[in-house]
């Protein structure tokens, strides 16, 4: 599954969960909702991949590697 896919499937579960929550009264459900959701949230940027694992470098790395002596 790419991490397109895996954000988009999150973003729907979180959508779905909140939905669910607007028609719930029972405090115990709607605190495990909320826990899934925060769950669901914390792990929606670790599908994202870093610019690093993919190989860029930032700047300072990029102008670091190459000294400059005049």
Same mark, same amino acid.
């Given at each position: 599954? !790419? ?10 579960? @979180?959508?779905?969960?909140?939905? @669910? *929550? !607007? ?5 115990? #459900?709607?605190?495990? @909702?909320?826990?899934? =959701?925060?769950?669901? #949230? ?5 599908? =994202?991949? !870093?610019? *690093? !694992?993919?190989?860029?470098? *930032?700047?300072?790395? *990029?102008?670091?590697?190459?000294? =400059?002596?005049?």
């Amino acid at each position: 599954m !790419s991490n397109a896919q895996r954000c988009a499937e999150l973003d729907g579960k @979180i959508e779905h969960h909140k939905r @669910i *929550s !607007s028609y719930v009264t029972d405090q115990l #459900t709607l605190d495990g @909702i909320a826990g899934l =959701i925060k769950q669901m #949230t914390a792990e929606r940027p670790r599908a =994202i991949p !870093s610019k *690093s !694992s993919e190989g860029f470098r *930032s700047i300072d790395q *990029s102008v670091a590697a190459f000294p =400059i002596t005049l």
